[in-house]
């Protein structure tokens, strides 16, 4: 809300607050108040709480099935869309599954071996042999050529990205992070083209899109960064939005994995010119999360739910069965 008051006033709005349905989600980790990224996308993405740096398992490493994987199984095309690395805590939560969320190159082989139909954002160096200039592997695995092996169009910049017209995409824009300003795709853009190509599947589609550096603003406690990554996110919705308006069987949700930063309005004027803000922590706090919702089956999120709630309310709006679901050991 900061910094929407900031940029449009306490009159305006942003696309995400146009959204017809809004509830509150409660965050923590199956044994701590204060979740980290890895727990609270593991709960979305798989209905199961699990402990803070766990990715897509239990506590004891027992894998949980996510949403997106069972979307596949049942014949759904896939997405997966970070500004962070790829292999970042959420994304990676939604198509791996490893005991650490530091893990990032065990992470980047399980996201090319699950066959995620479109993979945008960064961390090129955990896709990268050790031999090669900027890679964090420690062995010889090269990723960027396994995938073009599996059908991947493999892209890193922009331009190639826009003239792209493959089902398949592994686009890596950095070696680590993106940055606004750059001559990398904005995630509006990537999820322009995500949704171009998903959109394309008569059976339907699960795609995961990230702002991930709103977060990290929240850690520096950096305002202005928060503000700029703010209004780049909801970018991003606006181009969701649209393509709901357009595509009617669609459902857009739009949440957080946890609060960051404690932050408070203390003061302003009611054009946003003048707001002064407060900050009260440099981590994640206990706070319940909005989740906004628009589309098919947008009524079914409702009241104060759990963030283990959203996978099992998308698996059943998708006619998922037996979700939640454990995956047998082979």
């Given at each position: 809300m900061a910094a929407r008051i900031y940029?449009?006033?306490?009159?305006?709005?942003?696309?995400?607050?146009?959204?017809?349905?809004?509830?509150?989600?409660?965050?923590?980790?199956?044994?701590?108040?204060?979740?980290?990224?890895?727990?609270?996308?593991?709960?979305?993405?798989?209905?199961?709480?699990?402990?803070?740096?766990?990715?897509?398992?239990?506590?004891?490493?027992?894998?949980?099935?996510?949403?997106?994987?069972?979307?596949?199984?049942?014949?759904?095309?896939?997405?997966?869309?970070?500004?962070?690395?790829?292999?970042?805590?959420?994304?990676?939560c939604f198509a791996s599954h490893v005991p650490s969320r530091s893990q990032h190159s065990e992470i980047a082989r399980q996201l090319i071996h699950q066959q995620v139909d479109v993979i945008l954002g960064g961390g090129r160096q955990y896709f990268l042999p050790q031999e090669m200039s900027g890679s964090k592997r420690s062995d010889s695995l090269n990723l960027l050529k396994m995938a073009s092996g599996l059908g991947y169009e493999v892209v890193n910049d922009k331009k190639q990205l826009e003239r792209i017209t493959s089902n398949?995409?592994?686009?890596?824009?950095?070696?680590?992070?993106?940055?606004?300003?750059?001559?990398?795709?904005?995630?509006?853009?990537?999820?322009?083209?995500?949704?171009?190509?998903?959109?394309?599947?008569?059976d339907g589609f699960f795609l995961m899109v990230e702002g991930s550096q709103i977060d990290w603003a929240g850690h520096d406690n950096d305002f202005p960064a928060l503000v700029r990554e703010m209004a780049a996110f909801d970018s991003a919705v606006a181009v969701g939005l649209e393509f709901a308006q357009n595509n009617k069987n669609t459902l857009i949700l739009v949440t957080a994995d946890h609060e960051t930063g404690g932050l408070l309005i203390t003061g302003g004027d009611v054009d946003g010119k003048n707001i002064k803000v407060d900050w009260h922590y440099t981590s994640h706090t206990g706070q319940m999360v909005p989740l906004f919702a628009a589309g098919s089956g947008a009524q079914s999120f409702?009241?104060?739910?759990?963030?283990?709630?959203?996978?099992?309310?998308?698996?059943?709006?998708?006619?998922?069965?037996?979700f939640p679901k454990v995956i047998n050991p082979d």
């Open positions: 940029l449009l006033g306490v009159q305006g709005r942003f696309e995400i607050e146009k959204m017809p349905v809004t509830t509150l989600v409660t965050t923590h980790s199956i044994d701590r108040l204060l979740t980290d990224s890895a727990a609270g996308a593991t709960a979305m993405a798989t209905g199961y709480k699990t402990r803070n740096g766990m990715v897509g398992m239990s506590r004891d490493s027992v894998v949980f099935k996510t949403v997106l994987e069972a979307a596949m199984e049942r014949g759904k095309s896939s997405g997966l869309i970070a500004t962070s690395s790829i292999t970042h805590a959420t994304p990676a398949k995409i592994l686009g890596l824009f950095a070696l680590g992070e993106l940055k606004q300003g750059t001559l990398q795709p904005t995630l509006c853009e990537m999820t322009r083209k995500a949704l171009e190509v998903l959109g394309k599947d008569p409702s009241g104060i739910i759990d963030n283990t709630d959203i996978a099992k309310i998308l698996a059943n709006l998708l006619g998922l069965q037996n």
